[in-house]
Structure formats: C-alpha cells, structure tokens
C-alpha cells in the first residue's frame, strides 16, 4: 500500500485478499488497475523472510527479498507499498525488514490450512489470545507501519467478540473478519451476522470476507455485502481471483482481456511461468478443456505462455528490453563486479543456452553428460555456480576429466546454467545431449531424468510495486489465504 504516509485509512475500502499462489505481484498490480484500493500480498512465513537478505534489482525497478538459495521471497516495486508468524519477536524482525517497502503489517490468523496450522500459525493462533495480544501489541509498538490481523470467527459468538475485543485493545488499525469456523470451507455458508455483531461491537474498522460465490460475483454485490455485515470495507478472494476486474465500476471486463493485461504484466517483472501458469488455470476454470486451455496447460515457459495468448511478439521485445537494461547497467559496473568467476584459464567457453523445447521431455543436458561419466568411469561433473549481484544472473562451470566448461551467456536460474554449461562440455567433446530427433544412447534408456525448471513458484517470489499502482499493499504475516486449488 501506498499513500505517501504511514496511516492508512481502512473505512470504504475494496480489497484483495491474501491468497497462496496467487497475490504475487502480477496479479497485485492487475486489481489495483481495476479499482482495488489495498492488495495483499501471499502469506510470507517469518523464519523464511528472517533468511532474506534485501536486494535492489535495478532492471526490474524492484525490491526483492533474496533466499540463501537465490530464490525470491518476495519482490515489490515502487508503484506499491506494502509475512505468517506465530511468534511476536519474530513478527516484529520481519516487519522492520520489509517496513521501508510496504504500506502495512497483517497478522493472517485466518488460514485454516494443515501447513499454517501445524507450526502454531494461522487458525492454530485463535485457540491462544494470549499470543495473539503479544505478537499484535509487539507489531504495533515497534514499527511505524499500520499493523491490522485477519480471523475467522469462533464456536460461540460470545467467545468471538470477547477475543476481538481484546484485539481492538492492541491498538491494531483494523481487523478482518472471515465468517467462517476454523473446520468450515467455501462451501460452509458465510454468516453474516457473526460479522455485523463484531462490526456493530468495535469502534476500529471490520472488513468483511468470505462472500466470494454465495454474495459476490459482480462489482454490485461487494457493496449488498458490505451493508449486510455492517463492515467498514470488503476484502475479496475467489471472485477477484477468477476475474480481478470484479473490482471495476463499470462491470466484469471479458476475461481474454483481463488474462492478456495479466501475462503482460508476468512478463515485465519477471514472474516465474508455473506460478503465472496457475493463476491463469484460476482464471480459466471450466474453460480448461477449450483449445487456449490446452495450449496453457502444455506451456513450459513464460515464452509459450505468451504464445498461446497471442503474445509471443510481446515477450520478444519485452524481454530485448529487459536484456538492453541488464547490458547497459553491467557497461555502467566496475568490471571487478561484473564477473565472479576468478579464473578463466583453459576454460572451454561456448555462448549456448538450454532451451527445454528442443530436448526430448525426459533427457536433458545434465542426465546425458552424468550417464557418459557412469559409461566412461569418470568422475561425476562437478558444478561450480555463481551469481551476478548487477542483475541475479547465473552462470556455471561444470569440471569434467579435468578440464572445465562453461558457457559465456548468463541465465535466470541457476539449474539453467548448470544445463548450459553440459551443453558446452557435449558439444565440445562431439556426444550427444538430448536434442529433439538426435538419435540417443542406448545409456539413455538406464535412467530418466525430468527436465529441470526455474526456481520459483508461489511463494518464489513476489514482486511488489510501491508506487501509485499499488496503492496499498499489505504484506500478511500469519499463515495465507486458503487456496481453493491447493496443487494443479
């Protein structure tokens, strides 16, 4: 969230919900571009985000939260401002990590999930107000951010209201209402009384949830929702998954539409394509079976994403600009920066990369030189990987008989650089690699091996924008919205 302070008001407000999988940045930015006035981001378990380091990435304009392995936590930008937790020092190291980067703090006591609950987070907080008044009044003291929580509501109503009460006393700037029992799911019908009792019994700002298919399917019905709980806001979680454009005025855009500006977006910061994958599978939903449901369901890459949405010219000239960056930032670096490989000398070098689609789906590069090494009693390659700090690019030696490999193109990952770099070592030593119509091995058959993919996926990385886009983003600490496709 952003509004160049650090209150922000919760009153009359449309918001997104934090869901796994599905609050990364693109999908972020996509509902703040249809109206939503604050957007939450996936849940974001402290002891994770207590690894990250905070990294700038000067070609996506973005700040990202980095892994001991490379992997982005989280990554938000500047057109948006704005983790889960069951313990309050850990909440509180967390939100001063990412305070300069977010508009706001949210608790996520709402997930009912096994992998939330098992570790004392989520749902599992509501059965210990004791904890929760301590993470919450820790968070609120110690940081400069507005810290709000989510809940679901209790057995009894009576126990719900003694808990918000204690709640409110926190000093928290809001809390979230989900208006279901900790045992119930989508298909449990949400009360809206048990919301409009709490609401009609704190004086901050209830937001009500769980309206999603039973009270809202389009932009209409978040208002008949929001006066029949008596909430102060409403934040939205399936319905804005399935269409983001439920935030709009002017009605539900077509969903063609709303899944192209999505891709466009994937592609400017860089989403990893299996989570922009599930997303659009949300979108799509009983339209998977149609023809452009294929095609998606087939895709391998954010490049064949693109393709099967018309979008294949998009990627091209999208990604030679992000490339054209990456160039003339590394011209602007010490050359001492630029490359960390130490020592060249009698290195093979060729510029290749590994391009999935050309190699067979169950032989890659790696398995192909790993099998020759077995077949010629060598030593299994060795990989030796380092990463650009300039822009987060990989690029691997492999050391194979003695001799070194290595291809002189960077890549997104570090699994593709070590593919490049056997590669190299293939063709150097002229033996084959796996290629689509390249006659293989009968070593090939001993083992098969799945092709390697990008790091990534939901919780990967989440790219955030503080700017005006995001108008507010909330960063949820807690355990993350239940997601109703948990695997695809």
Not at 194 to 217: C, F, R, W, Y
Not at 256 to 267: H, L, P, S, T, W
Not at 368 to 394: G, H, I, M, N, S
Request: net charge neutral; charged share 30%.
């Amino acid at each position: 969230m952003i509004e160049h302070s650090l209150s922000l008001c919760y009153r009359n407000k449309l918001i997104l919900a934090p869901m796994v999988r599905v609050g990364t940045l693109p999908m972020r930015l996509l509902a703040l571009d249809y109206g939503a006035d604050i957007v939450y981001c996936e849940e974001l378990i402290d002891l994770k985000m207590l690894q990250c380091k905070r990294v700038v990435n000067e070609v996506l304009s973005t700040v990202d939260f980095v892994a001991p392995d490379d992997r982005v936590v989280f990554r938000t930008c500047e057109r948006e401002q704005s983790k889960g937790t069951s313990d309050a020092d850990r909440a509180l190291a967390v939100a001063k990590l990412v305070e300069n980067d977010v508009a706001g703090i949210d608790v996520n006591m709402g997930c009912p999930k096994e992998y939330s609950t098992k570790g004392g987070m989520g749902a599992a907080l509501l059965s210990d107000p004791d904890k929760i008044e301590k993470i919450l009044s820790t968070l609120v003291k110690g940081i400069r951010r507005p810290v709000t929580c989510k809940i679901r509501i209790l057995p009894s109503l009576e126990d719900t209201l003694s808990l918000v009460k204690r709640i409110e006393r926190t000093g928290i700037a809001a809390v979230t209402v989900h208006g279901r029992k900790r045992e119930e799911r989508p298909q449990h019908p949400v009360s809206c009384e048990a919301i409009k009792a709490i609401a009609e019994t704190l004086s901050i700002p209830v937001i009500a949830n769980g309206g999603s298919h039973d009270h809202i399917q389009k932009y209409l019905d978040i208002e008949d929702f929001r006066q029949a709980t008596a909430a102060s806001s409403v934040m939205v979680a399936r319905a804005a998954m399935w269409n983001p454009s439920i935030f709009l005025k002017e009605g539900l855009r077509p969903l063609e539409e709303v899944m192209q500006k999505y891709i466009r977006y994937a592609v400017q910061y860089e989403n990893h394509y299996t989570n922009t994958k599930y997303c659009l599978c949300q979108m799509l939903r009983e339209q998977l079976e149609s023809p452009q449901g294929r095609l998606l369901h087939a895709a391998q890459s954010s490049q064949e994403i693109c393709e099967a949405f018309g979008l294949g010219a998009f990627y091209e000239e999208t990604t030679r600009e992000l490339n054209a960056r990456r160039a003339e930032l590394l011209a602007r670096t010490p050359e001492a920066a630029r490359e960390p490989v130490e020592d060249t000398s009698g290195v093979i070098k060729m510029a290749v990369k590994f391009d999935r689609r050309a190699y067979s789906p169950q032989i890659t590069p790696k398995m192909c030189l790993l099998e020759w090494c077995r077949k010629e009693k060598l030593a299994q390659p060795v990989y030796d990987t380092v990463q650009r700090p300039l822009d987060r690019l990989f690029c691997s030696v492999v050391t194979v008989a003695e001799q070194k490999y290595q291809s002189t193109l960077w890549d997104k990952s570090k699994k593709l650089a070590e593919q490049a770099a056997a590669i190299v070592c293939l063709r150097s030593r002229g033996l084959p690699e796996g290629r689509l119509g390249e006659e293989n091995p009968s070593w090939h058959k001993r083992k098969r091996e799945a092709p390697d993919q990008d790091p990534g996926g939901p919780g990967a990385q989440e790219q955030a924008v503080p700017g005006e886009l995001c108008k507010k983003l909330f960063v949820a600490l807690g355990s993350g919205e239940e997601s109703p496709l948990e695997g695809w």
